[in-house]
Structures are given as structure tokens and as C-alpha cells.
């Protein structure tokens, strides 16, 4: 089972911040990652795909980055509803695996 | 406009028995492999079964494996989780969830959740 590790695992920020949330799979998975966002009692949404490919309806200051082993989601600029909770999720091997997440709040 | 509703949670003792259903529409749902993801109370995202859109190819996690059957009904627009020996590490919000493509790995639609809460 390929284990993703997220980091870190709550990130202090203020809107208009730009912000940078890591994923590391146990092994290389290419570019077979995923992230989501999810808000309190709300199901997941996804963002990106394929690592750096955009969601539809997703807006320009999420962009995802990395291959192989090190992911990447970066926030340009940080707007008031991004503070959530983010999951990374790969489709490289079966089990599909999620990371535990990373919290992102508002400083 | 794509819809999942997911239904058939409660509360169950261990070693008990549930059917969870999720009625899709807005979307040609025989296309399409289908799948349940769930999240136990304050914690994150599990998958647990993919179905492919014929029926015939399913995958489980090894934490449900001989436990959940997944299945569908193409001609009702539904999947279906049968969820069987309950333990309590089975209690969560399950979700129905699609792929973006008939088969690429990523679920771009969910339902609301249906929580299943295993207790004595």
C-alpha cells in the first residue's frame, strides 16, 4: 500500500498569504496524485488532478506541482474561504490511498 | 446537473448487518465506475470499494475485504454497499463518490454522506 504523507499538518496563514502544502508517497506514483479540499460537513472537493491539472470551476490561484515521490499545492494568494482541510490522494496502485490531511487556518 | 444521494445509515451493533444505497443521476451512470470513500468522526478520507461500470471489475480495501460487497444497479441508476459483521472501526460517513472519467482514479462528484455508527 502506498502511504502519502502530508505536511504540515496545520498551516497558520492570513488572507492574501501565499501558502505551500506538501505530499510525499512511499514510492514513486508519477503524476498520479490528487487534492482535495474539504470544509466542515461537507463532502471533499477536488482541485486537482494529475498533479498540476486544474479541476473544473477551479480558480487560477491553486496550482499543484511534483512527480514521482514530492508533491506540491500552492495558494498564490490566500482568500478568506481557503481555510479548510486538504487531502492529497493517489491512483497510481490499488488500494487508493489518501494522505491524513493538512488543516489550513486562518492566523 | 450530477446527483449522488446516499442512504441507509444508522446505527448497528457489532457483528450487524447494513445497506447502504446511492441513487445517482445527471450523469449516463453505466459509464462510469462508481465508488464509496468514507471518513470516520474527526478524522480523514478512507476509500473503500470501486465498482467499474459494467459491474464485473470491483476492488475493497483490505480493512473490508470479506466483509463489504459492492454491487450496482445499472438499469436503477444505483450502487449499493452491503456491509456485513459490523466492527466498531466500521463507524463513519460514507460517501458515493464518481470518477472524472470512466475509470481515471479521481472522484470529482460526491453525495452529502450517510453516517453508519457501529455500537452496543
Known amino acids: 500500500e502506498i502511504v502519502l504523507t502530508q505536511s504540515p499538518a496545520t498551516l497558520s496563514l492570513s488572507p492574501g498569504e501565499r501558502a505551500t502544502l506538501s505530499c510525499r508517497a512511499s514510492?514513486?506514483?508519477?503524476?498520479?496524485l490528487a487534492w482535495y479540499q474539504q470544509k466542515p460537513g461537507q463532502a471533499p472537493r477536488l482541485l486537482i488532478y494529475?498533479?498540476?491539472n486544474r479541476a473544473t470551476g477551479i480558480p487560477a490561484r491553486f496550482s499543484g506541482s511534483g512527480s514521482g515521490t514530492d508533491f506540491t499545492l500552492t495558494f498564490s494568494s490566500l482568500e478568506p474561504e481557503d481555510f479548510a482541510v486538504y487531502y492529497c490522494?493517489?491512483?497510481?496502485?490499488?488500494?487508493?490511498?489518501f494522505g491524513q490531511g493538512t488543516r489550513l487556518e486562518i492566523k | 446537473e450530477v446527483k449522488l444521494l446516499e442512504s441507509g445509515g444508522g446505527s448497528v451493533q457489532p457483528g450487524g448487518s447494513l445497506r447502504l444505497s446511492c441513487a445517482a443521476s445527471?450523469?449516463?451512470?453505466?459509464?462510469?465506475?462508481v465508488n464509496w470513500v468514507r471518513q470516520a468522526p474527526g478524522k480523514g478520507l478512507e476509500w473503500v470499494s470501486t465498482?467499474?461500470?459494467?459491474?464485473?471489475?470491483?476492488h475493497y480495501a483490505d480493512s473490508v475485504k470479506g466483509r463489504f460487497t459492492i454491487s450496482r444497479d445499472n438499469s436503477k441508476n444505483t450502487l449499493y454497499l452491503q456491509m456485513n459483521s459490523l466492527r466498531a472501526e466500521d463507524t463513519a460517513v460514507y460517501y458515493c463518490?464518481?470518477?472524472?472519467?470512466?475509470?481515471?482514479?479521481?472522484?470529482?462528484?460526491w453525495g452529502q454522506g450517510t453516517l453508519v455508527t457501529v455500537s452496543s
Open positions: 490522494q493517489q491512483r497510481s496502485n490499488w488500494p487508493f490511498t
Open positions: 463518490a464518481k470518477f472524472t472519467g470512466s475509470n481515471s482514479g479521481w472522484f470529482d462528484y
Open positions: 514510492q514513486s506514483i508519477s503524476i498520479y
Open positions: 465498482i467499474s461500470g459494467s459491474g464485473r471489475d470491483t
Open positions: 445527471g450523469f449516463t451512470f453505466t459509464n462510469y465506475a
Open positions: 494529475d498533479a498540476s
